[in-house]
């Protein structure tokens, strides 16, 4: 959609640097939660299956502390 909206601008219209700045954050960031929430639903798949065929192993409580885990480094600012 925001590449749809920067191929619309009227011909000779004037580009300011800070609001394309802006637009290209927001495409980062429309990526960036798209390939985590499939990598959360990764880990999740993953965690419930382990807990499936290995329920020795994999215990509720190590599913939940690698979930909170990986929930927690999602809330620490990037770099």
Known sequence: MIDGLARHRPP???VDPE???GVDAEADAEVDAEVETERLAALIDGLALAGVLHP???TP???RDALRRHLQALAEPRP
Do not use: F, K, Q, T
């Open 19 to 21: 609001a394309d700045a």
């Open 12 to 14: 000779g219209a004037r």
């Open 56 to 58: 020795d192993r994999m």
């Open 61 to 63: 409580e190590l599913m």
